[in-house]
């Protein structure tokens, strides 16, 4: 059996790791258009502030390819032919296949944007993009971050951690808009200006403006914004969106919406074509409905029910549970599931201290929790967010305890006797 995968990242690498422990005589095949070891994407803020070198970014070793007896081809793949199962590479190769992967992931969107064609001006995807702005930045004495979602601010704090003035310019009326509420949102908004960003919500850049530097190339020299109002700064991080990488299944005859849409075995409309990670439209746990969730546990769960489908093992994917942390100057904040419902739907446990940098909310429906947000004090988050997973029955006065108080549940690890 050839088992072939596009993509060395989260998915792909659980994927293969789990195709390999249960078909040790199997062919496999990984394609990826980045030349190096795997590494986490999550990481690269922190890389580039000087907080992780680049060997911690690596999630596995230079034995890796070897010891899993996966063949290691770097090309970029520009279509799948379901027809003949074979991919055709951007060298002219072609690679065939019994079984494949497609764990593409996604890449930076960026709408079109006056005078963006000079120097200065990067993307933060990958670790070139991180290496790329370590080597420019110190030309820099500010920075310009478009878009104040999660990729955004970590970029930002990369270049804060650089000494770098930074504003963060958003085009909505709050940060990190699908991940947490107003109310939390602008505490972290508070927390950033104290540590000396700026933050401007609901403001887009209408033009980036240049100047000649000194080696005769046009480079950024600050952006104009639609309020009128010119920033000066030397760089620019675009982080206003990204789209999944489908394009090389156009015309295969796999289903795509946004992304690749995946059954619950991670199966695409095509049989023995597999969807898992970024790229992947699969079922919501809290909804059911088909989504995104652009998240590295989901990528890595998602890669091993891919692997083990892919070799015949039976599983099936239970959903994907919106899960976003981070921790923005020093104040953790963690959000899980429906962190919004439509007025008048279920209930909302709240409590705020925003002197403190201090909120939590949990919201219930039908008798169970279904979202939960906590900014500072985050510890036992891990189990509202496994009972988020569980689906199961609160117990709403208990809950309501823990607003207020360590985050404690008894009935989250029933134990039985004789240890069970």
């Given amino acids: 059996m050839h088992y072939l995968i596009i993509g060395n990242s989260a998915a792909g690498v659980f994927a293969a790791e789990t195709i390999r422990g249960l078909d040790s005589d199997g062919q496999i095949t990984m394609i990826s258009n980045e030349n190096c070891l795997p590494y986490s994407r999550c990481l690269i803020s922190y890389y580039l502030g000087n907080e992780v070198t680049e060997e911690m970014m690596y999630i596995r070793d230079e034995t890796f390819y070897n010891d899993t007896g996966i063949d290691f081809k770097v090309g970029y793949v520009e279509r799948v032919n379901a027809d003949s199962k074979s991919v055709l590479l951007d060298s002219g190769e072609n690679v065939t296949y019994d079984k494949l992967l497609v764990a593409t992931g996604s890449s ?16 933060l995807r990958t670790l070139e993009d991180a290496k790329a702005v ?16 999660l990729v955004g601010l970590k970029g930002a704090h990369g270049l804060h951690e650089l000494g770098i003035n930074v504003t963060i310019v958003g085009s909505a009326p709050q940060v990190l808009r699908h991940s947490i509420d107003v109310e939390s949102a602008g505490i972290l908004t508070k927390v950033l200006e104290e540590d000396g960003y700026r933050v401007l919500l609901n403001t887009k850049v209408a033009k ?10 046009m480079s950024v020299s600050g952006v104009l914004l639609n309020t009128g109002e010119q920033i000066p700064c030397e760089m620019i991080i675009r982080a206003v969106g990204v789209r999944p990488n489908v394009k090389l299944v156009s015309n295969s005859g796999v289903a795509v919406n946004y992304g690749i849409i995946v059954d619950e075995q991670m199966q695409t409309s095509v049989n023995d ?24 546990p989901t990528a890595t769960e998602q890669g091993i029910i891919a692997g083990c489908n892919m070799v015949g093992v039976k599983r099936k994917y239970s959903g994907s549970l919106a899960l976003n942390s981070a921790v923005i100057c020093g104040v953790g904040i963690i959000s899980t599931g429906i962190v919004n419902l439509p007025p008048g739907e279920g209930r909302v446990l709240r409590a705020s201290e925003p002197d403190k940098n201090f909120y939590r909310k949990f919201v219930i429906r039908d008798g169970r929790l279904v979202g939960m947000i906590m900014v500072g004090d985050i510890e036992g988050a891990g189990i509202l967010s496994g009972l988020i997973r569980k689906r199961a029955k609160v117990n709403e006065k208990y809950l309501n305890k823990m607003l207020v108080s360590p985050i404690e549940y008894p009935e989250y690890l029933p134990a039985e006797r004789g240890g069970q």
């Fill in 134 to 149: 370590a080597e420019f930045a110190p030309k820099a004495k500010a920075a310009v971050v478009m878009g104040a979602g």
């Fill in 273 to 296: 074509i597999y969807a898992a990670g970024d790229v992947a439209e699969a079922s919501d746990l809290l909804s059911g409905e088909k989504g995104m969730s652009a998240l590295w």
């Fill in 208 to 217: 980036v403006l240049g100047e000649e530097d000194e080696d005769g190339r």
């Fill in 108 to 123: 930076p969107f960026n709408p079109p944007l006056e005078g963006s064609d000079v120097d200065g001006i990067f993307e």
